[in-house]
């Protein structure tokens, strides 16, 4: 039941309003309350991540291939100078992937930091992949190849998620088609600490 609650104002005189207090009773229901909002707040800060895929680009001849681990972190990137992407190699908690697409061509490497991410790939396609633009969480980006082609841009339908798998098809000069598969990053068993 509301009590009387008195004050005074600025005028000097006192006026009589109601006003709702708690009774001692009434202090169960703050603390069954506070616990109902406080698992609330923790059931919505660990939501899992969504699962996205940015749809495949390039012609699509050769051989399909599929490269996935677990956390990412590293890239290595083959290029044939002043034309397309060659071969794509990812490496999942310090495990090297096996490297899709032929020998040779220019090397070109990035190594993440301690919980840095891929969030971003974009570039350039045509009958190849002739550029390729991986971006991380900490705006460190890898640009390799030529811009020559038609612009694509993959990217996660979710902010805290991260790439999970690179998909597509090669032959025997390069990389032809290319997707990418995101979703939330696991805990890395390795990573470099940033230097």
Request: charged share 15%; proline share 4%.
């Amino acid at each position: 039941m509301p009590s009387q609650c008195l004050f005074s104002t600025g005028a000097g005189f006192r006026k009589s309003l109601q006003c709702c207090l708690w009774s001692p009773s009434d202090s169960r229901m703050i603390s069954y309350l506070s616990v109902a909002l406080l698992s609330l707040c923790c059931l919505a800060s660990s939501y899992p991540v969504p699962y996205s895929y940015s749809s495949a680009v390039g012609s699509g001849r050769g051989n399909s291939f599929t490269i996935q681990g677990g956390k990412v972190t590293a890239i290595r990137v083959w290029e044939r100078p002043g034309s397309y992407i060659t071969s794509l190699q990812l490496c999942y908690d310090n495990i090297w992937s096996a490297k899709i697409g032929p020998e040779g061509g220019t090397l070109h490497e990035l190594e993440l930091f301690k919980n840095e991410r891929i969030v971003q790939i974009s570039g350039k396609h045509n009958s190849y992949i002739y550029e390729l633009i991986f971006v991380t969480s900490g705006n460190r980006f890898l640009r390799v190849g030529q811009p020559s082609g038609n612009s694509f841009n993959f990217y996660a339908s979710d902010k805290l998620a991260g790439l999970r798998m690179l998909s597509g098809r090669f032959n025997g000069l390069g990389i032809t088609l290319l997707g990418a598969h995101w979703g939330e990053v696991p805990k890395s068993r390795w990573s470099l600490e940033r230097r």
